[in-house]
């Protein structure tokens, strides 16, 4: 463990930041702005790991172990997301031929 | 251990019940259940040493929430356990005449909410008593759901919600006043302790109280109450009416009184009045009910607004009367309504102009139906004298005005209960009905309760003895406090 | 014997008697229902008499304390019985006359098919009777006060399939519950004051209250006393409650339970007292209503109806006394009041049984040939409600008189109006029912032997009652009196400065007047042949007197129908209305919230995202600068 903490030691802080935001901007953009539901699960995703590496950055740089462990339960969450999702995603195409999102549209009150 | 047990009896049994369902036994096992619970509080009862609290079950369950799982008693707790273990079996066996369908399932549920009352009588942590008091509602819920009578939806899901928006309001009180501990707690010793600024508690009392308001219910949040009553199964109506009224009554005690001491102090004339205003309201309005059982359903609301007047006269002989007349009024409820169920059975309805000259045919019903009425009229040497006669003495030492329109309450109950009376059993025989008088199982289920009427009006130290401490101490503490 | 254990089985055996007969109600056959009440009754009698000759009444009140019945905070009330020469004189009235009216119920109930319900009954109201007049404190009084309160429903409207007599007995228990209202007031009142409320414990404290807690105290207690007394407003159950059986209006209607009201002020005569205001509202309350009643009496045809209203009307007479500060005139002539008028209603209920049910003196007439016993005892119970002398009711009210004359010559001119009007009446009755020709159809028979002892007995009572409290002018010392001056402060009190040649006049002066009035009915009513007119035929003011006031039309129009008006109102409105709706409009609310909420819910996947966003933006720009 210890190699890879000094590892990421070695980048400054800041890049870690710009990077995440980054992605986790690109993620958003892709969830908000897509209508394939396969891209937009793969967008959630990525927003999901620009912020563990964040987690794992801010970890690393102030020897706080608890962002790590926090990072397996996001992980832990994130792939139980994805199950359920990519099930929805199965019975979407099943149903109604097509993984658009606008044609989730009848879920309205 | 014992508290656990006492949970847990009603619980599992219930469960046994929902998952074999025997048709047959159903109604056995459950009155064996209710009567072990009963076995169990009177060994409480044997083994407690009056002026005490004592809190055998604790073990932390969520404690950044302050929720702590522990259970005790004390005088106040005890009678209000005594009074759930000695009426559900009446309940239970009131179920034997009654055919419901799925017998297994109306069991199971009512057991249930035994358990969850006990709970409630026996937390002694705040969002442990909450969560108790929220959960009884849902046995009740479904057993008015489907076994109710006329326009059950809509009466059970106004109940529901209604009673369920006062409980909103309970939950914000109570997480407000849990926020203001340090270390956080909701435990009743820490919550009791709680010094909360008098400006905030003239707000905070209603939050805490209006639940236990719509509860009892008084007057002016009772309109959820005679539709229920007169719609709910027989059985539901005795937990309505007989015990879960009482969690009202109780958590005023527990929660009311020592948190918001200058809130009731602010506004006891507010609610003693409004009290009583329903009192006589619902007094006046029963007199000319045509159905049996919706009378008893107004006779009751008067009742209770007694209860609460007296219980807020804020003295050792106004609440120690509430309390003696709660558990009065339990007796009498469920005696008052299997009487109602027995007239049904034998005439097919509950409407008063139906019935008629029945003393002629069924003169021990006749009698035993008398023996019930006396009580509900507060006649001396039954039970509910002693608590009417201790409310109405602690509230003339408020008010005599309040006095006043509360003894005014005891003409009411007369004209109206002797009116239902005579209107059901006497006068000339119309309708030539065929009917059997009150046998061995209707003296087997009344006789009892009567006896216990009777006992306790002539002797009801007992009783008394049990909540003159907690209510002389806790009395005395919100003296210290101004 | 244990002083104690005799009180206690007092109203114990009654007690016990009752519950017997009706745990045995069934089994019991023919007349040993009766018979067994007769001896609950008997049995406490002859202990009451053992007490009484056991008690000193130098030594004060003996109170036989039972156990504690309520106990929280500062409110001590034990369940104890006070042995002192009021209670004594109580008990021996009870037990006494009950004991005869138990007795010739055997005899008159013999028929019925209910019996043993009746004498368990009329057991039980001995019983509450007991416990009304020997409780030590006020809260065992107000047991025994609801208890023959509530027996005296059951008994009213003890034949139940007659909705008339339901109603008067409905109509007796609510107008008692009326009065009651201010009893329970009054106690709690003195409670508060006095934290107390035994009997000596509250004597000896009530010195230091106020004046005007006192008047209120003992206006509130007068309340209770109007109810159970029948005095006016609250007198029309009485005439009404003659819907019992006769024996039931003797005990309960006429002997005992209606002098409640008079025990209760006599037992509080030391906070009556202390209140003069009080005491001119009981003396005014009397003195209305024993004219009024009066008044009304002369017009009735039913024998019951008649004797009811005389009743009410000697009841004002004895509050009238109370109301001068003569308690002991008052307690006399209760006594007294208890031997004639019980005797008057047997031997009316004699009458009654003889003509198989009839009631209605139109249809009586020439019976004193036919049924001798009941015609003589019947004449003698007359004479001595009229004042006659040497009769007992000569001596009491007499004894009332002088003390009214001693306040003011008008008072004593109004009650002698009222005595004479009495008398008017009395023979009104009495000779219509027993001279001139018999007007009905059944075939008279004298009773049997079980009916008419106990109304010789009475009589002879009746006759030489008086001998009970003979006053100095006779020769006689008052000794009952001083008697009851032993137990009731108020007596120790009382003055009467009267010459002796002023009492040699009045009496003389009343007697004459009585005897005049006499005549009087006896040349209007002894050969009387014919009918009287219905009530409605009658011109106004004889209409206005048959018709009671219309009392009891006012009370309906003023309270009966605007009562059942408000419960239907407050029903349809209150709760139609206003109540539910509310309810029902807290639940609409919250559907039309939704139904403007739901129009976010867009189904657009996409536009929840964004939302969702654009919530996150906003909460994350507050928490940077919201502050």
């Known amino acids: 463990m210890e190699p890879v903490v000094t590892a990421i030691r070695q980048v400054p802080l800041e890049h870690y930041v710009a990077l995440s935001f980054i992605l986790f901007s690109i993620g958003l953009t892709g969830a908000l702005f897509r209508r394939n539901t396969i891209i937009i699960l793969m967008c959630l995703e990525l927003m999901f790991n620009s912020v563990n590496l964040l987690l794992t950055a801010f970890s690393a740089h102030h020897s706080d172990p608890g962002g790590q462990v926090f990072v397996f339960f996001t992980m832990l969450v994130a792939a139980a997301e994805v199950t359920v999702g990519l099930a929805i995603l199965v019975m979407m195409k099943r149903n109604v031929d097509s993984v658009d999102i606008n044609q989730l549209n009848r879920l309205k009150g | 251990m014992v508290l656990l047990a006492l949970l847990l009896i009603p619980f599992l049994t219930a469960l046994a019940l929902m998952l074999a369902r025997p048709t047959n036994t159903a109604r056995h096992i459950a009155l064996g259940s209710t009567i072990a619970s009963l076995g169990l509080v009177a060994l409480i009862w044997w083994s407690y040493v009056p002026g005490q609290t004592w809190v055998p079950v604790k073990f932390d369950w969520a404690p950044t929430l302050g929720l702590t799982f522990s259970l005790g008693y004390d005088g106040v707790s005890l009678l209000m356990l005594l009074l759930t273990a000695l009426v559900f079996p009446f309940i239970i066996a009131a179920g034997y005449r009654q055919n419901l369908q799925h017998p297994s399932m109306v069991n199971a549920l009512l057991l249930f909410t035994q358990s969850f009352l006990f709970g409630v009588f026996t937390a002694q942590n705040a969002f442990l008593f909450y969560i108790f008091y929220e959960l009884s509602l849902v046995p009740v819920f479904f057993l008015l759901l489907y076994w109710g009578g006329e326009r059950r939806r809509a009466i059970t899901v106004r109940f529901f919600i209604y009673t369920l928006l006062g409980g909103l309001m309970l939950l914000f009180g109570l997480a407000y006043c849990v926020t203001q501990t340090a270390p956080i707690s909701a435990d009743f010793a820490v919550l009791h302790a709680l010094r909360i600024p008098a400006d905030t508690q003239v707000w905070l009392f209603w939050a805490l109280f209006l639940a236990f308001a719509i509860k009892l219910p008084i007057f002016p949040f009772h309109s959820w109450q005679p539709d229920t009553y007169t719609m709910a199964p027989l059985q539901g109506t005795m937990v309505l009416g007989g015990v879960m009224l009482k969690m009202g009554l109780y958590g005023v005690l527990k929660f009311v009184f020592p948190i918001v001491p200058f809130g009731v102090e602010h506004w006891r004339d507010t609610v003693i009045w409004l009290s009583i205003i329903g009192a006589l309201y619902a007094g006046i309005i029963a007199f000319r009910q045509q159905d049996l059982k919706r009378l008893v359903a107004y006779s009751s609301l008067s009742h209770v607004g007694l209860l609460c007047a007296g219980l807020f006269a804020w003295n050792v002989y106004g609440t120690g009367g509430a309390l003696y007349q709660s558990f009065a009024h339990a007796v009498l409820v469920v005696s008052m309504l299997y009487i109602v169920g027995a007239l049904k059975e034998r005439t097919g309805t509950s409407e008063l102009g139906a019935m008629g000259g029945l003393k002629g045919k069924a003169p021990r019903l006749a009698a035993l139906f008398f023996l019930v009425m006396i009580n509900a009229v507060a006649l001396p040497l039954t039970q509910s004298f002693v608590g009417e006669w201790l409310m109405f003495n602690g509230l003339w030492q408020v008010d005599g005005w309040m006095a006043f329109a509360a003894v005014a309450t005891i003409i009411l109950g007369a004209v109206y209960m002797l009116y239902a009376y005579q209107r059901a059993m006497l006068g000339p025989d119309r309708w030539k009905m065929e009917m059997p008088d009150a046998g061995r199982n209707d003296h087997l289920y009344l006789v009892p309760l009567i006896a216990i009427t009777l006992v306790l009006g002539l002797y009801p130290a007992p009783i008394l003895d049990l909540v003159n401490g907690p209510v002389q101490q806790m009395l005395s503490t919100l003296t210290a406090l101004n | ?627």
């Not at chain 3, 016990?16 to 007349?31: D, E, F, M, P, T």
């Not at chain 3, 504690?68 to 037990?95: C, E, K, R």
């Not at chain 3, 009631?359 to 004479?383: E, N």
């Not at chain 3, 006759?463 to 006779?474: I, R, S």
Request: glycine share 10%.
């Open chain 3, 1 to 627: 014997m244990n002083t104690t254990i005799l009180a206690a089985l007092v109203p114990g055996l009654p007690l016990l008697g009752a519950i017997v007969i009706a745990a045995l109600r069934r089994s019991l056959k023919g007349n040993s229902a009766g018979l067994l009440g007769t001896l609950a009754i008997g049995s406490a009698f002859a202990l009451s008499v053992m007490l009484f000759l056991g008690h000193d009444p130098a030594a004060g009140p003996y109170t036989a304390h039972l156990f504690n019945w309520i106990d929280i905070g500062g409110m001590h009330i034990p369940f104890a019985f006070q042995v002192d020469a009021l209670s004594l004189t109580m008990m021996l009235i009870v037990t006494g006359v009950g004991t005869l009216i138990h007795l010739y119920s055997i005899g008159y109930m013999h028929d019925d098919a209910r019996v043993s319900t009746f004498f368990a009954l009329l057991n039980l109201f001995t019983f509450a009777m007991l416990l009304l007049v020997m409780g030590a404190n006020y809260a065992i009084t107000f047991i025994g006060w609801e208890g023959v309160g509530l027996c005296s429903y059951l008994l009213i409207g003890f034949w139940y399939t007659n909705p008339a007599y339901n109603y008067a007995a409905r109509k007796a228990f609510v107008m008692n519950r009326i009065g009651d209202l201010g009893f329970v007031l009054g106690l709690a009142w003195l409670f508060n004051v006095t934290g107390s409320l035994t009997f000596t414990e509250v004597f000896d404290r009530v010195a230091g209250l106020g004046p005007d807690v006192l008047t209120g105290i003992t206006l509130l207690l007068f309340v209770g006393a109007i109810g159970k007394s029948a005095q006016l407003p609250l007198f029309t159950w009485l005439p009404d409650a003659m819907a019992g059986p006769t024996p039931v209006s003797a005990l309960i209607h006429a002997a005992t339970m209606v002098t409640a009201g008079i025990y209760l002020i006599v037992r509080s005569s030391v906070l009556f007292e202390l209140a003069p205001f009080t005491q001119d509202v009981v003396l005014y309350t009397g003195l209305v209503t024993a004219l009024v009643a009066a008044t009304i009496g002369v017009f009735q045809n039913d024998i019951k109806k008649v004797l009811a209203y005389s009743t009410v009307s000697q009841l004002g007479y004895m509050f009238v006394a109370l109301g001068l500060g003569a308690y002991s005139a008052g307690m006399f002539h209760v006594t007294t009041h208890a031997f004639f008028k019980a005797l008057l209603f047997l031997g009316a209920g004699s009458v009654i049984h003889a003509l198989g049910g009839e009631q209605d003196i139109r249809r009586m007439g020439g019976l004193k040939g036919a049924i001798k016993v009941t015609h003589l005892t019947f004449l003698l119970g007359t004479l001595a409600i009229a004042g006659i002398p040497p009769f007992s009711g000569f001596f009491s009210k007499d004894a009332i008189l002088a003390n009214a004359f001693d306040r003011s010559p008008v008072l004593y001119a109004l009650l002698l109006g009222g005595a004479l009007i009495t008398t008017f009446y009395m023979f009104r009755l009495y000779f219509l029912t027993f001279w001139g020709a018999y007007r009905g159809d059944k075939h008279p028979h004298e009773s049997p032997a079980v009916m008419t002892v106990p109304l010789l007995v009475l009589a002879v009572l009746s006759v030489v009652g008086g001998l009970l409290n003979l006053p100095h002018v006779f020769g006689g010392h008052e000794p009952m009196k001083h008697f009851l001056a032993h137990a009731a402060d108020g007596i120790g009190a009382e003055r009467l400065h009267l010459e002796a040649s002023t009492e040699w006049m009045l009496m003389g002066l009343s007697t004459a007047l009585v005897v005049l009035v006499i005549a009087l009915a006896h040349g209007r009513f002894a050969k009387k042949a014919t009918l009287d007119p219905e009530a409605d035929e009658l011109p106004f003011l004889p209409r206005l007197l048959a018709r009671k006031w219309y009392l009891d039309e006012l009370y309906e129009r003023l309270f009966e129908k605007p009562y059942g008006w408000l419960s239907t109102m407050f029903h349809r409105v209150g709760e139609g209305w206003v109540m539910v709706p509310l309810m029902n409009g807290a639940g609409r609310l919250t559907q039309r919230a939704g139904q403007v909420l739901r129009l976010a819910q867009t189904g657009n996947m996409s536009f929840y995202l964004f939302a969702m966003v654009a919530g996150i933006v906003v909460f994350l720009l507050m928490t940077l600068y919201g502050r």
